[in-house]
């Protein structure tokens, strides 16, 4: 018999029980046993930051960290970023800058930023730069991505959201 | 000789605001599904009977690989198959880097292709 745990996870204000082997990963239940692939794998230890999801608003690495120890915790995954129709503010920044081409880091990306706006909500360039070290990006560079967590930076603090201005989304293919 | 009427060349438009699409940053119309977790990657693809891979990377900056026994790793549960440079051309026999793989294991589960590595 399999030694299973039960466990209970808040994932995007929806609530899991799952029985999990001791062994299985936080991204591995997020992505397979949730569906919710917007998590990528990426160095699978803990170094390049795209598995990046927050566990009661603190962002972890998902891929060096176990279901049983996410046990009883609120998830926070980029599919719970948007608010319907209206992208979080970081999203519309990112594709308003350029923040983004092939896509894998942005998830990651996108919570590392918005736990850093929590913390810092008004951040120089520098303290940007500083919070993203923890997350790779092979295409962009960095630069997009900075100006784009600082244009949203001021949006977030006075907590609005424009959807008037949100251009009407375009629905690519998906598997 | 007559003389050909021209219609007037269209208007310089030299100014950065008057232009409609050169010099200007256009949102891509694929973004938004990236950017909401929905890209659809090769890791996303879910098929029935779909396996598992793992991939045994070597720990050395230059290494050959001098034996390899791949009975243990067959012998677990839930794997498939088991491979080495010999079966397949994306592993190496001898590993140039570190993280060069070296054999792979597919399974049922990736928790069981992990620990067959």
Do not use: M
């Given at each position: 018999m399999k030694d299973l745990h039960p466990v209970t996870l808040t994932v995007n204000g929806r609530e899991y029980t799952l029985a999990v082997e001791p062994c299985r990963l936080?991204?591995?239940?997020?992505?397979?046993?949730?569906?919710?692939?917007?998590?990528?794998?990426?160095?699978?230890?803990?170094?390049?930051?795209?598995?990046?999801?927050?566990?009661?608003?603190?962002?972890?690495?998902?891929?060096?960290?176990?279901?049983?120890?996410?046990?009883?915790?609120?998830?926070?995954?980029?599919e719970g970023l948007a608010d319907g129709a209206a992208l979080h503010p970081l999203?519309?920044?990112?594709?308003?800058?350029?923040?983004?081409?092939?896509?894998?880091?942005?998830?990651g990306m996108l919570l590392r930023a918005c736990e850093l706006l929590e913390q810092t909500p008004d951040p120089t360039a520098e303290q940007v730069r500083e919070g993203i070290a923890s997350n790779l990006c092979r295409c962009t560079g960095y630069q997009y991505i900075v100006e784009a967590v600082l244009a949203a930076a001021p949006r977030m603090r006075e907590g609005r959201r424009t959807p008037a201005e949100t251009p009407t989304e375009t629905t690519g293919a998906q598997t | 000789m007559t003389a050909v009427e021209r219609p007037a060349p269209p208007p310089v438009r030299t100014h950065k605001a008057n232009r409609t699409w050169v010099g200007k940053s256009i949102r891509k119309v694929e973004d938004p599904k990236f950017l909401r977790g929905r890209g659809g990657y090769i890791a996303d693809l879910v098929r029935p009977g779909m396996l598992h891979a793992a991939v045994l990377r070597s720990p050395h900056a230059s290494a050959r690989v001098r034996s390899l026994d791949l009975a243990p790793a067959l012998g677990l549960p839930g794997v498939h198959a088991a491979l080495s440079c010999e079966d397949v051309d994306f592993l190496d026999a001898v590993a140039g880097f570190p993280g060069a793989g070296v054999a792979a294991v597919a399974a049922d589960s990736i928790e069981q292709a992990r620990a067959a590595v």
């Open positions: 936080l991204v591995d239940v997020l992505r397979d046993d949730f569906g919710l692939t917007g998590t990528h794998i990426g160095c699978e230890h803990g170094v390049c930051g795209t598995c990046t999801v927050l566990l009661d608003g603190a962002s972890i690495r998902s891929c060096i960290t176990l279901a049983v120890q996410a046990d009883g915790s609120e998830i926070r995954t980029v999203q519309e920044e990112f594709w308003d800058k350029q923040g983004l081409q092939c896509g894998y880091c942005t998830p | -």
